[in-house]
């Protein structure tokens, strides 16, 4: 792809920026007679940032599996033409003895969506592994690489969207710090719209252009500082959150 | 075609039988799915059994009645709740009795732990296609299988389709299975495809070291087998498959591949 391809990409991506990429409508999932949430409809704007936050088992990860059509779920889910997803589930269980290693992970992703390798290389630059990482089985990787090593998986095929579910969790501070920026920038620079699940509500506010509230429903949708209030996280988490705009301005 | 010739032919298939074994294997021990692969191959008994009461060839009556269990176990993994052990552990052992009832002497020994018998041209031509298409399969598909199995979420948002992805593959692991039953029978054909990956499982660092290992020991084993059973005038199958166990519990002896 020569320069100006790129320049053109992404005056194009520019001038879609603020239209839906992604728009849910009165979406719900029941496991048998168990609700999970019902009837939670919010549209995500191209190039933009959403945060999902809600107390465990509020039903966020289902909604993220639910959007990539892994859950059974009723209403609309309506992804723009063109979508490329990248997504990071929440925890893998992988046993320490499987031979496969990073490489091998990233190749077959490099593989199936029909990149060359050097997209491998420029992804792995962008989250910070190193090479010899790659070497090893992805079951002894600790906690951190692994994380950083799925990211890396997500973003070869150049996705226009990154779904990140709690991608800091295992990951040092430092590391968090890193993923933060790179998420940021592929935001800012790419145009890639980012959906992260997130406990750090810190990191939400910094970054997240809008925030679901999920609580076996939509609990709240909107800026951050809109649904960040003290009033909605007590409301959402059952207890006093402190947490603080004023801080983090 | 010669006698000598369909001996080599003989010996060719068996080697191409034990090469797709050692790729396919690959998978089922890495997706933990040793216990369904291995009952999968006693399903063909009944298949066996009802082709032999009809006077048709046996391996027609495998084929019909492993495609059906594979149906099965896919239907299973993907439409219900029961875990797919359960009904591998009563539907796979059933069809075995039921097999065994209805067959005897040495048509039952034969099915159960191979029997190579006479072999014609046609057989081993269709039995290389076989071979080739299933070797084909692992090469082309090896990417997506890896990531199915890592997570079949990541799978879906990477365009594949993990239900279809998933029953080819288990139509392969039968086609396996049916290349394999007249050198090892329903009783030992799945371990062919079990014991050379979970070999390679233990000694392989990365993805090509263990299709290399785990085919490497299935040859070697189905080889020196064949060889033994030559010198010994046994049938090939328990030998096989004791050499195949040998290579197994020698692997145990080196450390892990990844503890190095």
């Given at each position: 792809m020569n320069q100006s391809n790129v320049s053109n990409e992404k005056q194009a991506a520019a001038s879609k920026a603020g239209h839906p990429i992604l728009v849910v409508e009165h979406l719900s999932v029941a496991f048998g007679a168990l609700e999970v949430f019902r009837d939670v409809s919010f549209s995500v704007a191209r190039g933009s940032a959403l945060a999902v936050i809600g107390p465990n088992g509020s039903g966020k990860s289902v909604l993220f599996r639910a959007l990539i059509g892994a859950e059974?779920?009723?209403?609309?889910?309506?992804?723009?033409?063109?979508?490329?997803?990248?997504?990071?589930?929440?925890?893998?269980?992988?046993?320490r003895d499987l031979?496969?290693?990073?490489?091998?992970?990233?190749?077959?992703?490099?593989?199936?969506?029909?990149?060359?390798?050097?997209?491998?290389?420029?992804?792995?630059?962008?989250?910070?592994?190193?090479?010899?990482?790659?070497?090893r089985p992805i079951g002894a990787m600790s906690g951190g690489q692994f994380q950083r090593l799925l990211i890396a998986f997500a973003l070869v095929g150049d996705p226009n969207v990154l779904m990140l579910d709690e991608p800091a969790a295992g990951v040092d501070a430092p590391g968090q710090e890193r993923v933060s920026e790179t998420l940021e920038r592929l935001r800012e620079r790419d145009g890639v719209t980012v959906m992260v699940i997130s406990h750090d509500l810190s990191v939400v506010f910094r970054h997240a252009t809008n925030v679901i509230c999920l609580a076996?429903?939509?609990?709240?949708?909107?800026?951050?500082?809109?649904?960040?209030?003290p009033k909605m996280l007590s409301e959402l988490y059952g207890t006093e959150i402190g947490f603080h705009v004023h801080d983090l301005d | 075609m010669s006698t000598i010739s369909i001996e080599v032919g003989s010996l060719v298939l068996s080697l191409a039988m034990a090469t797709a074994a050692g790729l396919i294997g690959c998978f089922a021990v890495m997706r933990r799915m040793t216990l369904a692969a291995d009952a999968l191959s006693h399903v063909a008994l009944p298949g066996i059994a009802v082709a032999?009461?009809?006077?048709?060839?046996?391996?027609?009556?495998?084929?019909?009645?492993l495609a059906a269990g594979t149906v099965l176990i896919w239907a299973v993994e993907w439409r219900t709740a029961i875990s797919t052990e359960t009904i591998v552990g009563v539907v796979f052992s059933v069809a075995l009795a039921v097999g065994a009832m209805m067959t005897s002497g040495e048509t039952l020994l034969d099915a159960l732990f191979g029997g190579a018998g006479k072999i014609t041209g046609l057989e081993v031509i269709l039995g290389l296609i076989a071979a080739a298409v299933i070797v084909g399969f692992v090469a082309i598909k090896r990417h997506a299988l890896v990531v199915a199995l890592v997570s079949p979420?990541?799978?879906?948002?990477?365009?594949?389709?993990?239900?279809?992805?998933?029953?080819?593959?288990?139509?392969?692991?039968?086609?396996?299975?049916?290349?394999?039953?007249?050198?090892?029978?329903?009783?030992?054909?799945?371990?062919?495809?079990?014991?050379?990956?979970a070999t390679a499982r233990r000694l392989a660092g990365n993805l090509n070291a263990m299709f290399a290992v785990s085919t490497t020991v299935a040859v070697l084993a189905t080889l020196v087998g064949t060889y033994a059973a030559t010198l010994t005038h046994r049938e090939s199958g328990p030998l096989i498959i004791t050499v195949a166990g040998g290579l197994f519990f020698l692997s145990l002896l080196r450390p892990r591949a990844d503890s190095v």
């Open positions: 059974k779920s009723s209403g609309v889910i309506r992804w723009a033409p063109g979508v490329r997803i990248g997504y990071v589930p929440q925890k893998l269980d992988i046993e031979p496969l290693t990073g490489r091998d992970f990233l190749r077959a992703k490099a593989a199936v969506a029909r990149t060359g390798f050097d997209a491998i290389r420029r992804a792995i630059e962008r989250v910070g592994i190193a090479p010899e990482t790659l070497k076996r429903g939509l609990k709240s949708f909107g800026a951050p500082r809109e649904v960040l209030t | 032999v009461l009809l006077r048709l060839d046996p391996l027609l009556g495998a084929i019909a009645t979420d990541i799978a879906l948002t990477c365009g594949i389709d993990v239900r279809r992805l998933d029953l080819m593959y288990l139509l392969m692991f039968a086609l396996t299975v049916v290349l394999g039953l007249r050198y090892l029978g329903v009783l030992l054909m799945g371990s062919l495809m079990i014991i050379p990956a």
